[in-house]
């Protein structure tokens, strides 16, 4: 049983580009250190660019949607906006084989016996409200929506409470789309929430909600009215562990500005002794219109998490800020890490069989910024290709913005070029 109701303890320091309150995650701009850092490791750098048995299922879905839309949409699979192309979009990279390694914690959790089926065979029957109910709830969620694929349009954001049990798993069977319509982020977590029930003294180092999304596809979030938890225009998930599997992410925007602020698609905090999350067999972009697009991270962003990015593909995302981080007088800030932003202390972000093209940026990292602020970070690359992404400058590897000194391991098969 999980214990409820506590009050953290203060929590553990962040690195240098983020600072955790009291239930609550403020992210401060990096002191003038940061910008020494950057001017140290290139002489030609420049911050102006041109541009335990789970409880048998619930029935969920009554046919009401209580404010929330709901569309059938077969030929697309994902949302109206895109009627098209997105049908055509491969979960993950399709040029992948099944060489790297997925480690036993980042794969397909099992949903054969479901806490709460949402739908009750119908696509009417597959509502907004019914999804937020089942991530209230919490455990296995699944969906009967009929047939066809089906797409799900939130009016707000369904919320995980941290109470609900230690893991939550969300399975769309490859037919399900979940929308923010353009106007709402889709998925929440965060376990320094007081609203969503703190459950340890240690809400920034804890081992649950253990939260998985798999077999499904997020589209048109929007996360731009989210003031105190930026970022994250699908999925903002912030404690505990976090993996997507066999997911897709279309049109999904954040803030277009600000220094630290990303994730248009995913941003991810303060996973538990920082264990790594998974992204596997995943696509964020896909095609010109469907890229994700925000002012740091156009498919994802974190500050202090490791990352394993396994057989996935990243293309057309693009971080619109400018200015860099800290902001430079006369901007607003942002514009590094079209695919990936991965900033803060020692971190480690192993990337394998994933596909990193047509990605684009103002300012650093057209493909990936990976600062380690302690220089110690590795970053390993396998069996990939990163290439033809646009923008940006201090590059340390075509596409790759990082500290010229922080280890890298790059294996012979991989193609990182212009």
């Known amino acids: 049983m999980i214990a409820q109701s506590y009050k953290p303890a203060a929590p553990r320091a962040l690195p240098h580009s983020a600072q955790l309150r009291l239930g609550r995650l403020a992210l401060g701009r990096l002191t003038l250190d940061r910008l020494a850092l950057f001017l140290a490791t290139s002489a030609s750098l420049s911050l102006f660019a041109c541009g335990n048995q789970e409880p048998g299922p619930s029935d969920s879905g009554d046919g009401s949607s209580g404010g929330s839309a709901s ?47 949402v739908g009750k ?25 009929g047939d066809a694929e089906h797409t799900i349009v ?115 905090f303060q996973q538990f002794e920082n264990r790594p999350a998974y992204v596997v067999n995943s696509t964020f972009g896909g095609a010109p219109e469907l890229g994700n697009v925000g002012a740091n991270g156009g498919g994802l962003s974190s500050i202090g998490v490791n990352w394993h990015i396994i057989g996935s593909l990243f293309s057309y995302n693009r971080a619109i800020g400018h200015g860099g981080n800290p902001a430079q007088d006369g901007t607003t800030g942002g514009g590094s890490g079209g695919a990936i932003y991965n900033d803060g202390g020692t971190l480690e972000l192993k990337i394998c069989g994933t596909a990193i093209k047509e990605n684009t940026v103002n300012d650093f990292g057209s493909a990936i910024f990976f600062v380690s602020n302690s220089h110690d970070g590795t970053l390993e690359i396998e069996k990939s290709r990163i290439e033809k992404n646009h923008g940006g400058s201090w590059y340390a590897l075509p596409g790759i913005s990082m500290h010229e000194d922080t280890r890298r391991i790059i294996d012979d098969s991989s193609v990182i070029s212009d």
């Open 71 to 117: 569309t059938d949409d077969a030929e697309s699979g994902g949302s109206a906006g895109n009627p098209a192309s997105a049908a055509d979009i491969p979960f993950g990279n399709p040029e992948a084989d099944d060489s790297c390694q997925v480690p036993s914690d980042a794969g397909l959790e099992d949903v054969s016996t479901p806490t709460t089926v």
């Open 154 to 268: 939130l009016d707000r954001p369904a919320k995980v409470r941290n109470d609900s049990g230690p893991s939550l798993v969300i399975d769309g069977g490859k037919r399900i789309t979940l929308s923010g319509g353009g106007k709402t982020r889709i998925l929440y977590m965060n376990t320094c929430d007081e609203d969503q029930v703190w459950t340890t003294s240690h809400c920034d180092n804890q081992d649950h909600p253990r939260l998985s999304v798999q077999n499904i596809t997020f589209v048109d979030g929007n996360s731009k009215n989210e003031l105190e938890y930026d970022g994250g225009g699908a999925i903002y998930a912030s404690g505990g562990r976090f993996k997507a599997v066999n997911t897709r992410f279309f049109n999904n925007s954040c803030a277009d500005s600000g220094p630290d602020v990303g994730g248009a698609a995913l941003r991810v």
């Open 121 to 145: 065979g119908s696509p009417e029957s597959c509502t907004g409200d019914a999804f937020i109910a089942a991530v209230e709830t919490g455990g296995i969620i699944t969906f009967d929506c």
